[in-house]
């Protein structure tokens, strides 16, 4: 009896990658490059400038004494780091009456009395708000997230991760039970939405609540989005698709930090990016439904419709005799995946461990960099687009080498480089700025082709039956690291301002150890069953073909 043709045999016929699936694609790049915001968009969103208490009448006697800024900050406002005084000069104030009559202009702390010098005068905390250094705004400015109200900040970055996390398993199965495509566009619209709530949230509870619910669905829209491609194009170009989609996520870095540039003032710039993402609901017009997810769902009739069309947009007719459809996966005994089979035999126990702690690392390290940047001190914008360009060279040294060289020694050596990157960076003096931002930047493109690779080898070291239960157990992880991250980065920053680059160098190094400890991949056929996954260190036959995350309900976080 003759075998029914598959999709992937259809598509052969009728293009695998060719006008109608590039159309598609660029959409969807588009879409990929929307998430930029929501992922990292603290950076902006949240940027703290220089501040100091507002001490009232100390702006009038600085204009009656004609003080320049810097007299008036020498005079009136605590000198930094006083003994037993952290931060003492951004929150805390002199305990004094700026308005009493008769000040010197030349020393007005001396008409005091009861004080000996300077240093005696007891200080009080900013009682009065605060004075930002800043022509734009940030909800930092705006809400006054400083000092004691400093990890309120931290809150918000965290939120949007905890988001992440809940809405991955949830989008996920809104995915396989009602489709890719209409859990894309209620997603696309619910995150507009919260979007603009949030520009126009009245205070931060509000504001963190619409910014939870961006989280919620913002990331099941970029994975969906990834699913939706990588179904509808052929074998072969499923893994380079799925790097490219990544490398959009890149490209909205670089105009993250254009438009943050040009809109310096938060609520406008929150709106700049989500106002765009309205016209994704023209998607409706513009994508089909995954003919995967149609044939899996015994729906074969439109599936032929979708893959007709898909035919007629790349200049081809599909063959009648691959008229008829059977499923990708021939009928067989099903065995149902459990949380226990991740941990009950001892390689795949160890390739779990591992890779819930590489996704971990990498989502630490991605997204603590990108905050760290945030309060180096440098031109936060030139800094955020230089950083982004290295993200360019990671994907294409992936590309070149994953399938020359293999999964293994490239993935262990990215994390090397990126542990220690951190670790030089955090010992250079800043008087050597050029070496400090290459060791920064060689330490973003390290922990880059990190995050790409575990994306790609997690899928390939779970059993067939197990695969979509590993990855989202594994990856989600990366959104526990996400959670974790900001509370290092600012809480740590100000114990001493590289204490979090030791910390990442620390836990890069580590996962560049352990990573060896993985089998290699490259050219060994996909698990079927638990038997072959724990063989696979012993295994050495070639693959007859390359799956690049074949997971239609997994987690996969962006580069």
């Not at 918000?156 to 991955?168: K, L």
């Not at 507009?192 to 949030?198: F, N």
């Not at 690779?453 to 899928?459: E, I, K, R, S, T």
Request: charged share 15%.
């Amino acid at each position: 009896m003759q075998k029914m043709p598959t999709l992937d045999d259809i598509l052969e016929h009728i293009g695998e990658f060719d006008l109608y699936q590039k159309r598609a694609f660029f959409f969807l790049c588009l879409l990929s490059a929307t998430f930029t915001p929501i992922y990292v968009g603290v950076v902006f969103l949240g940027f703290t400038p220089e501040h100091r208490c507002l001490s009232p009448g100390a702006a009038e006697l600085s204009s009656r004494c004609g003080w320049s800024l810097e007299e008036e900050l020498n005079l009136t406002v605590p000198e930094q780091g006083r003994p037993g005084e952290s931060l003492s000069s951004q929150c805390r104030r002199y305990d004094v009456d700026w308005n009493t009559t008769g000040l010197s202009c030349t020393n007005p702390l001396e008409n005091f009395t009861g004080y000996g010098n300077r240093s005696s005068i007891p200080l009080v905390p900013c009682q009065d708000g605060w004075v930002y250094d800043s022509s734009g705004s940030s909800i930092v400015t705006e809400f006054n997230l400083v000092c004691e109200d400093s990890w309120k900040l931290d809150l918000f970055q965290s939120c949007v991760n905890v988001g992440f996390f809940i809405g991955s398993i949830s989008i996920g199965y809104i995915a396989d039970r009602f489709g890719r495509k209409l859990c894309l566009l209620i997603t696309i619209l619910v995150n507009s939405i919260s979007g603009v709530l949030m520009a126009f949230a009245p205070s931060y509870t509000w504001m963190l609540i619409y910014r939870f619910i961006q989280g919620l669905v913002s990331k099941g829209a970029w994975l969906t989005g990834y699913i939706l491609i990588t179904e509808f194009v052929g074998l072969s170009y499923r893994r380079t698709v799925g790097i490219v989609y990544q490398v959009a996520f890149t490209v909205g870095l670089l105009v993250l930090s254009a438009i943050a540039y040009l809109v310096p003032h938060w609520r406008w710039l929150q709106l700049a990016v989500t106002l765009p993402n309205f016209f994704f609901l023209l998607y409706y017009w513009c994508l089909p439904e995954s003919p995967r997810w149609l044939i899996t769902q015994q729906k074969n009739d439109k599936a032929m419709k979708i893959i007709n069309r898909i035919a007629k947009g790349n200049g081809k007719k599909v063959p009648p005799f691959l008229q008829n459809l059977s499923p990708e996966e021939e009928n067989g005994e099903k065995m149902t995946p459990s949380f226990l089979d991740l941990v009950r035999t001892p390689q795949i126990r160890k390739h779990t461990l591992i890779l819930m702690y590489t996704w971990f690392t990498s989502s630490v390290l991605y997204q603590g960099l990108i905050m760290h940047m945030g309060i180096a001190g440098g031109n936060i914008y030139l800094d955020f687009f230089y950083s982004a360009l290295v993200e360019f060279p990671a994907a294409l040294i992936l590309i070149l080498t994953i399938e020359r060289i293999g999964r293994r020694y490239p993935w262990a050596v990215a994390n090397l480089v990126a542990g220690a990157a951190c670790l030089i960076t955090a010992f250079v003096p800043d008087s050597i700025y050029w070496l400090k931002i290459t060791t920064a930047c060689l330490g973003r493109m390290g922990i880059t082709m990190t995050y790409e690779m575990v994306c790609l080898v997690n899928a390939e070291l779970y059993p067939t039956f197990l695969r979509n239960l590993g990855v989202l157990v594994c990856s989600s992880m990366s959104d526990i690291g996400g959670i974790i991250a900001p509370f290092i980065v600012y809480r740590l920053a100000e114990v001493w301002h590289e204490l979090p680059l030791v910390v990442f160098g620390v836990v890069g190094l580590i996962d560049g150890g352990l990573v060896l400890l993985l089998p290699e991949t490259k050219g060994k056929t996909l698990p079927e069953t638990i038997e072959d996954a724990e063989n696979m260190h012993r295994q050495t036959k070639r693959k007859k073909e390359v799956v690049y995350l074949h997971v239609l309900t997994t987690e996969v976080a962006p580069n």
